[in-house]
């Protein structure tokens, strides 16, 4: 589903425009997940152990957390851009050419907060030196794990990470809705009763509900 709309949305000019870009942007972070994560991810659970060496196990955290934050701005940029449209129509709104600018910026920041994991990402068999019995089917076995100098530099990152990854986002989204929310309702009452503008507004609003619908699912 999310590569088909990737080429619809390629290959289609009249779909072209800023929120399906970045729409079709987090629908990349999701498909780059699905492919280098998931059955990665899956494998480590159900085996307990790690099988697909070092460099795997750098990669598919690096990438994981790449994409993660590649989506969770991508939601961002798209609040801005229902922001300006709705709240402020008259004022800045950006074109296509910003949100490839913006789709190219988040990458960028998201590839340069991921490298931590790329560093602090390696293989261990500590966890089965520590085993209350003894078992045969876990020697030779690894498990990935973050290894980082001290606790206190761990805690700092993910701290961090979490504010920047998550707390901010949300909040900057929340507020940017909730605009939009208010800005909605007051119109709803000025509705002067001629279609098109009643048409234009329930349009807003089930482009405004599908967003909200992803933010909140994400």
Known sequence: GNLCLIVIIKRQKE??????????????????????????????????YWIFGEAMCKISSFVQSMSV???????????????????????WKPNISHAYWGI????????????????????????????????DFYTNKVVCIEAWPSVAERL?????????????????IFICYLKIFVCLRRRH???????????????SKRINMMLISIVVTF
């Open 15 to 48: 779909a072209q425009n800023v929120t399906n870009i970045l729409i079709a942007n987090l629908s990349l972070s999701d498909v780059l997940i699905c492919i280098m994560c998931i059955p990665v991810t899956v494998a480590y659970t159900l085996m307990d």
């Open 69 to 91: 934050t590649v989506s969770i701005f991508s939601l961002v940029l798209i609040a801005v851009e229902r922001h300006q449209l709705i709240v402020n129509p008259r004022g």
């Open 104 to 135: 190219i910026f988040i990458w960028g920041v998201s590839l340069i907060i991921s490298i931590p994991f790329f560093i602090f990402h390696q293989l261990s068999d500590e966890p089965f030196k520590n085993l209350s019995y003894h078992s």
């Open 156 to 172: 700092v990152f993910t701290t961090s990470l979490l504010v920047f990854q998550y707390c901010f986002p949300l909040g900057f």
């Open 189 to 203: 009452g000025k509705v002067d009763g001629m279609r098109e503008n009643e048409s234009r507004l329930n349009e």
